[in-house]
């Protein structure tokens, strides 16, 4: 088992920028993970996700302006956020893969706002 822990959000104006930061309980080495997103009314969907080797997808709303990466040494993975807009608030979700079952942290709010 292992505890996720999302940190970085808050309140920005559009165009600006945030990172956000996963800390993992235990190692992450070998897993994939990924950031995800819920705004109110709508499903969760995936932001960007990163392979234990590190390649990268994105959603496409989110290609040019965000961008995931992870420190292994320190279990944390991150999602640096430029040119935000209105659109990309939510409740931003870190998930981590696992053969038998995902796991996910409590997740942290991202405002986008004027």
């Known amino acids: 088992q292992v505890q996720l822990v999302e940190s970085g959000g808050g309140l920005v104006q559009p165009g600006g920028s945030l990172r956000l930061s996963c800390a993992a309980s235990g190692s992450i080495s070998i897993y994939a993970m990924g950031w995800y997103r819920q705004a109110p009314g709508k499903q969760r969907e995936l932001v960007a996700r990163?392979?234990?080797?590190?390649?990268?997808n994105y959603a496409a709303s989110v290609k040019g302006r965000f961008t995931i990466s992870r420190d292994n040494a320190k279990n944390t993975m991150y999602l640096q956020m430029n040119s935000l807009k209105p659109e990309d608030t939510a409740v931003y979700y870190c998930?981590?893969?696992?053969?038998?079952?995902?796991?996910w942290g409590q997740g942290t709010q991202v405002t986008v706002s004027s």
């Open positions: 998930n981590q893969e696992r053969m038998t079952r995902a796991y």
């Open positions: 990163i392979t234990n080797s590190e390649s990268t």
